[in-house]
């Protein structure tokens, strides 16, 4: 991601639940989700990922009955859903940079 909605969301909720906890806490740790580093053509870059997971029953290819399959993956997001920003820049910005 070009933002830092990850970093700003996190900071905020840490503020936010800080707020709430009792008077002597510590060890507090908020983690936020659906990120992941994929490896492109330039390196790894950062993305915001939603996972999606694939549950179903195929026939057997030897005798009568169905398995159980499933498979998980997930869809990367082209835009920031916290601030609507590109993903990744346009070629033409990147090259005038």
């Known amino acids: 991601m070009q933002c830092q909605c ?3 969301i996190k900071q905020k909720l840490t503020e936010k639940i800080t707020t709430q906890l009792p008077e002597g806490h510590r060890d507090l740790e908020v ?6 580093f994929p490896f492109t053509k330039t390196g790894i870059d950062h993305r915001f990922a939603v996972p999606v997971k694939i549950r179903y029953q195929a026939p057997k290819k030897r ?3 169905f398995a159980n399959k499933k ?5 990367l997001a082209s835009y920031c859903p ?3 920003e590109r993903a990744v820049a346009d070629q033409a910005e990147t090259e005038g940079a």
Not at 31 to 36: L, R, S
Not at 71 to 75: A, G, N, R
């Open 63 to 65: 005798g009568d009955g």
């Open 31 to 36: 983690e936020v989700g659906h990120y992941v």
């Open 6 to 8: 990850s970093d700003t």
């Open 82 to 84: 916290f601030c609507g």
């Open 71 to 75: 498979e998980d993956t997930s869809i």
